[in-house]
């Protein structure tokens, strides 16, 4: 069943390098564009607040078709985005195209981790969930480093095009392996929102987006903290996320997601207070981004996990509404990491993150109860008396 999700991992590593890697283009961005470095960290920015926005509708209104017809569709809004964004000349243009790319990926990394459900069994759940996610942590490992340098030594626009090869390529594998799965679930938008009204599911969110506002906050704008080599860096914390989400889904399996939870928000606000640390040698560099990458990729399929559990008959719904919150959270990073840089430099971002982290462990421990039914690995018995 594995060799089914490989092609998902693949779309989701197309989407996580348009995404992310803007991140490690800011100074060619901004020189080509005449802008500033916080204003070329605003494409990531607008990126995440589109797909936050048209998530829940682009799920609505596809709510019909099979799951392979919508990531078919979704891998191609997404490469003509990036088509798009590659050609734009001006800087409103470009942040125009971002929105098109992002509607691409907000129809595509849910639809994706739904299939992942459906595929597999309850108690194979967090690895499937992580091998799928895995493409987000693989980009951030190889294929971000490879579009900063590519960036760098022709243009942020050959990097673009090198997102739209891979997303051909992702389009290719979902044709090729993907089963046509039909998943139920409801067109109406109203609908999509019902789980807000339980407060397990609530509580799943918030914590979701804090720790994304808390990681991307610093994340968005990396390449203004280091004065390192900004893609060995890059290329230590995409390493260390991949050995962290498969981590992860195994120990989710394991242990459960609480502890995941709650040991992979601590370790990683630690390890953001320490970028001044790590600043001072690349040595020191590596060995700080590879773990901060572990621990904070640590918590993705945990957080996917509590979802599932709090919603087991709306588990497309309720991922759609995860991947939300946690592009919400970018969008809050992007804008409180760039009035952070532009009003107090390096040392604003570094406190910005840090404080964002402690809020969200702080909500994580006082709403996410040990005696809840999420906080130990669900087996195939308890699921089926679920559902």
Same mark, same amino acid.
Request: proline share 6%.
């Given at each position: 069943?594995? /060799?089914?999700?490989?092609?998902?991992?693949?779309?989701?590593?197309?989407?996580?390098?348009?995404?992310?890697?803007?991140?490690?283009?800011?100074?060619?961005?901004?020189?080509?564009?005449?802008? /500033?470095?916080? $204003?070329?960290?605003?494409?990531?920015?607008?990126?995440?607040?589109?797909?936050?926005?048209?998530?829940?509708?682009?799920?609505?209104?596809? $709510?019909?078709?099979?799951?392979?017809?919508?990531?078919?569709?979704? &891998?191609?809004?997404?490469?003509?985005?990036?088509?798009?964004?590659?050609?734009?000349?001006?800087?409103?243009?470009?942040?125009?195209?971002?929105?098109?790319?992002?509607?691409?990926?907000?129809?595509?990394?849910?639809?994706?981790?739904?299939?992942?459900? $459906?595929?597999?069994?309850?108690?194979?759940?967090?690895?499937?969930?992580?091998?799928?996610?895995?493409?987000?942590?693989?980009?951030?490992?190889?294929?971000?480093?490879?579009?900063? !340098?590519?960036?760098?030594?022709? /243009?942020?626009?050959?990097?673009?095009?090198?997102?739209?090869?891979?997303?051909?390529?992702?389009?290719?594998?979902?044709?090729?392996?993907?089963?046509?799965?039909?998943?139920?679930?409801?067109?109406?938008?109203?609908?999509?929102?019902?789980?807000?009204?339980?407060?397990?599911?609530?509580?799943?969110?918030?914590?979701?987006?804090?720790?994304?506002?808390?990681?991307?906050?610093?994340?968005?704008?990396?390449?203004?903290?280091?004065?390192?080599?900004?893609?060995?860096? &890059?290329?230590?914390?995409?390493?260390?996320?991949?050995?962290?989400?498969?981590?992860?889904?195994?120990?989710?399996?394991?242990?459960?997601?609480?502890?995941?939870?709650?040991?992979?928000?601590?370790?990683?606000?630690?390890?953001?207070?320490?970028?001044?640390?790590?600043?001072?040698? *690349?040595?020191?560099?590596?060995?700080?981004?590879?773990?901060?990458?572990?621990?904070? !990729? *640590?918590?993705?399929?945990?957080?996917?996990?509590?979802?599932?559990?709090?919603?087991?008959?709306?588990?497309?719904?309720?991922?759609?509404?995860?991947?939300?919150?946690?592009?919400?959270? &970018?969008?809050? $990073?992007?804008?409180?990491?760039?009035?952070?840089?532009?009003?107090?430099?390096?040392?604003?971002?570094?406190?910005?993150?840090?404080?964002?982290?402690?809020?969200?462990?702080?909500?994580? *421990?006082?709403?996410?109860?040990?005696?809840?039914?999420?906080?130990?690995?669900?087996?195939?018995?308890?699921? %089926? %008396?679920?559902?």
């Amino acid at each position: 069943m594995s /060799s089914r999700l490989y092609p998902l991992a693949l779309g989701n590593f197309a989407v996580g390098t348009g995404m992310f890697v803007t991140a490690g283009l800011l100074s060619p961005i901004s020189r080509d564009l005449n802008i /500033s470095p916080s $204003a070329a960290g605003q494409l990531m920015t607008v990126f995440a607040l589109a797909y936050a926005l048209l998530s829940p509708p682009l799920a609505a209104l596809t $709510a019909r078709l099979s799951r392979r017809r919508v990531l078919l569709i979704a &891998l191609g809004v997404f490469v003509l985005g990036n088509t798009l964004t590659a050609l734009a000349p001006t800087y409103p243009l470009v942040m125009a195209t971002r929105v098109v790319a992002a509607a691409g990926a907000a129809m595509f990394t849910p639809t994706a981790s739904g299939v992942a459900t $459906a595929l597999t069994s309850p108690e194979r759940r967090g690895r499937a969930l992580a091998l799928v996610m895995g493409g987000l942590t693989v980009s951030s490992a190889i294929g971000v480093p490879l579009g900063t !340098w590519l960036g760098a030594a022709s /243009s942020w626009r050959a990097t673009i095009w090198l997102v739209v090869v891979l997303g051909v390529v992702g389009f290719a594998g979902v044709a090729a392996v993907v089963p046509d799965v039909m998943i139920e679930t409801t067109r109406r938008l109203a609908d999509r929102f019902a789980p807000l009204a339980d407060r397990r599911v609530v509580a799943v969110l918030t914590t979701q987006l804090l720790m994304f506002a808390a990681a991307f906050a610093a994340y968005t704008y990396i390449g203004s903290l280091f004065d390192l080599p900004l893609p060995a860096v &890059l290329w230590a914390w995409g390493i260390g996320g991949i050995v962290g989400n498969q981590l992860g889904g195994r120990f989710t399996d394991a242990y459960g997601p609480r502890r995941m939870v709650l040991i992979g928000i601590a370790a990683s606000t630690v390890f953001m207070a320490l970028i001044p640390v790590a600043n001072l040698a *690349l040595p020191v560099a590596l060995v700080w981004a590879f773990c901060w990458g572990a621990l904070g !990729w *640590l918590v993705g399929p945990a957080q996917q996990y509590r979802t599932v559990a709090a919603v087991p008959h709306n588990v497309p719904i309720g991922l759609g509404l995860l991947s939300s919150a946690q592009y919400v959270g &970018l969008f809050v $990073a992007g804008i409180a990491g760039g009035l952070a840089l532009d009003g107090y430099g390096r040392t604003g971002v570094v406190v910005l993150a840090t404080g964002l982290g402690l809020v969200a462990l702080l909500f994580t *421990l006082v709403t996410y109860r040990p005696e809840s039914a999420e906080s130990a690995p669900v087996s195939p018995e308890r699921e %089926s %008396s679920r559902s």
